[in-house]
């Protein structure tokens, strides 16, 4: 298979020269497209340094910072462009191990459209997180699955592996989510698509150098989403028993 490696990143200068190198050592037949928001400590300069040492990389500079939902709308309609047949997303910042990408892989061949890397199935884990941050996480992914009818345990991971196939037939563009709320809605389509998806445990370990990027502002956008497409999902189905028609989830949303 022809895989791609989508990695946005913003102020990851401290990050992104081992990220680069990791992941070719562990997956050298990839490709990676680094989309970065202009990040004013230089990351794209230090992600074009090592492209050039590594190859099969290349570095998209968006003009200002514009959000994780927009860099990874970017980089699989250029991975489709470019006729890739599995699209990877991981972050920058050292939290999502490279070696773990093979296992991804291994379930796409194996069928399914979507692999996620879990934290919440056994054998995930994220041994670095305070209780307080872990059951915020872990009660959001709940109430996602719950009023989604999803069946993930991680729905908001950042850690995955999409068919290309299944990312052209769920309207890439019409997707309008960020931060969380993008994996929540991307995970959502590709099951209303009826696309398979298994998911794979993973170890998360927090970021060492650099800041999260992580904001209330992000989480309450979420939380308000996946309201939203509840409430959309249950007329959907009043709808489907009298008109056959199911709104869409991203009929609204932010970028």
Same mark, same amino acid.
């Given at each position: 298979?022809?895989?791609?490696?989508?990695?946005?990143?913003?102020?990851?200068?401290?990050?992104?020269?081992?990220?680069?190198?990791?992941?070719? $050592? %562990?997956?050298?037949?990839?490709? !990676? #497209? +680094?989309?970065?928001?202009?990040?004013?400590? &230089? @990351? =794209?300069?230090?992600?074009?340094?090592?492209? $050039? %040492?590594?190859?099969?990389?290349? !570095? #998209? +500079?968006?003009?200002?910072?514009?959000?994780? &939902? @927009? =860099?990874?709308?970017?980089?699989?309609?250029?991975?489709?462009?470019?006729?890739?047949? !599995? #699209? +990877?997303?991981?972050?920058?910042?050292?939290?999502?191990?490279?070696?773990?990408?093979?296992?991804?892989?291994?379930?796409?061949?194996?069928g399914a459209d979507l692999a996620i890397g879990s934290r919440y199935v056994p054998?995930?884990?994220?041994?670095?997180?305070?209780?307080?941050?872990?059951?915020?996480?872990?009660?959001?992914?709940?109430?996602?699955?719950?009023?989604?009818?999803?069946?993930?345990?991680?729905?908001?991971?950042?850690?995955?592996?999409?068919?290309?196939?299944?990312?052209?037939?769920?309207?890439?563009?019409?997707?309008r989510a960020d931060g969380y709320a993008f994996q929540i809605e991307m995970a959502?389509?590709?099951?209303?698509?009826?696309?398979?998806?298994?998911?794979?445990?993973?170890?998360?370990?927090?970021?060492?150098?650099?800041?999260?990027?992580?904001?209330?502002?992000?989480?309450?956008?979420?939380?308000?989403?996946?309201?939203?497409?509840?409430?959309?999902?249950?007329?959907?189905?009043?709808?489907?028993?009298?008109?056959?028609?199911?709104?869409?989830?991203?009929?609204?949303?932010?970028?």
């Open positions: 298979m022809r895989v791609l490696v989508v990695v946005p990143t913003y102020q990851e200068a401290e990050n992104i020269g081992s990220i680069l190198r990791s992941t070719r $050592t %562990e997956v050298p037949e990839a490709h !990676v #497209l +680094v989309i970065d928001d202009s990040s004013p400590d &230089g @990351t =794209a300069r230090m992600a074009k340094a090592v492209a $050039t %040492e590594l190859g099969h990389v290349d !570095v #998209l +500079v968006r003009a200002s910072k514009q959000g994780l &939902g @927009t =860099a990874y709308r970017t980089g699989f309609a250029w991975g489709i462009e470019h006729e890739f047949e !599995v #699209l +990877v997303e991981m972050d920058a910042d050292s939290s999502h191990d490279p070696r773990d990408i093979h296992r991804l892989l291994t379930a796409v061949e194996a054998g995930g884990s994220i041994p670095d997180w305070r209780v307080h941050r872990r059951l915020l996480s872990q009660w959001g992914n709940r109430y996602a699955s719950f009023a989604l009818g999803l069946g993930i345990g991680d729905a908001t991971s950042g850690f995955r592996a999409y068919r290309t196939s299944v990312v052209q037939a769920i309207a890439l563009a019409s997707v959502y389509r590709v099951a209303q698509a009826n696309g398979k998806i298994v998911e794979v445990p993973i170890s998360f370990s927090d970021r060492t150098l650099g800041h999260s990027k992580m904001s209330w502002r992000i989480v309450i956008e979420a939380l308000l989403l996946v309201t939203w497409w509840g409430f959309l999902a249950v007329c959907g189905r009043k709808g489907r028993r009298g008109t056959g028609s199911v709104p869409a989830p991203g009929g609204v949303g932010t970028s």
